[in-house]
């Protein structure tokens, strides 16, 4: 390959990376082409970005980052493939899912490491935290509910103590 091309590439990888705000690491390398076609075909479902990258590339393209991304750098072994979303949890649905499909057939780890919510995850035993990690959004709503619930249980103690106390003074007018 040529330098340029190479360059090319990196570029390309540095603004992918860019465009998303999450990214997995992973190695699908045992499966065959229907099975790589299928998850092809899923990953486009759920908004997730599929891109199998070289390792050298890959982790110049990270070098150049803005963000140090230097604790990934032993997770780019093997084959390599990046799954790129702005949903935090989804990839993870996905290779949790696949794995599932396909447990007796795969016999290596699939999730190398995971670039989340501004954290770093190596390794496949964290796809469980990745698969409950909740986004920005999602944690933003809960604290407002949170915070809603005391005010609705006031307002509905009220009400219904108004109802209370109008149903006992109709009925002390008609004595």
Same mark, same amino acid.
């Given at each position: /390959?040529? %330098?340029?091309?190479?360059?090319?590439?990196? #570029?390309?990888?540095?603004?992918?990376?860019?465009?998303? =705000?999450?990214?997995?690491?992973?190695?699908? &390398?045992?499966?065959? =082409?229907? %099975?790589? *076609?299928?998850?092809?075909?899923?990953?486009? &479902? %759920?908004?997730? $970005?599929?891109?199998?990258?070289?390792? *050298?590339?890959?982790?110049?393209?990270?070098?150049?980052? $803005?963000?140090?991304?230097?604790?990934?750098?032993?997770?780019? *072994?093997?084959? *390599?493939? /990046?799954?790129?979303?702005? @949903? &935090? +949890?989804?990839?993870?649905?996905?290779?949790?899912?696949? /794995? #599932?499909?396909?447990?007796? $057939?795969?016999?290596?780890?699939?999730? $190398? !490491? !995971?670039?989340?919510?501004?954290?770093?995850? @190596?390794?496949?035993?964290?796809?469980?935290?990745?698969?409950?990690? #909740?986004? #920005? +959004?999602?944690?933003? =709503?809960?604290? @407002?509910?949170?915070?809603?619930?005391? =005010?609705?249980?006031?307002?509905?103690?009220?009400?219904?103590?108004?109802?209370?106390?109008? &149903?006992?003074?109709?009925?002390?007018?008609?004595?």
């Amino acid at each position: /390959m040529k %330098k340029e091309d190479k360059s090319a590439i990196i #570029k390309q990888l540095e603004s992918t990376i860019g465009e998303y =705000a999450h990214f997995y690491l992973a190695d699908f &390398g045992g499966l065959n =082409a229907a %099975k790589t *076609t299928e998850l092809r075909r899923i990953c486009f &479902g %759920k908004d997730v $970005k599929l891109v199998v990258v070289k390792n *050298t590339l890959l982790k110049k393209a990270l070098d150049n980052s $803005k963000v140090d991304f230097s604790e990934l750098n032993s997770s780019l *072994t093997g084959e *390599t493939s /990046m799954l790129l979303s702005n @949903i &935090g +949890n989804a990839p993870a649905k996905i290779i949790q899912d696949l /794995m #599932k499909a396909s447990k007796s $057939k795969i016999k290596k780890q699939i999730l $190398k !490491a !995971a670039y989340v919510e501004e954290s770093f995850y @190596i390794g496949e035993d964290q796809l469980e935290a990745l698969i409950t990690v #909740k986004s #920005k +959004n999602e944690l933003i =709503a809960d604290v @407002i509910a949170l915070l809603q619930s005391p =005010a609705k249980n006031v307002i509905s103690a009220l009400q219904s103590g108004g109802v209370t106390i109008h &149903g006992v003074l109709r009925t002390l007018s008609e004595r």
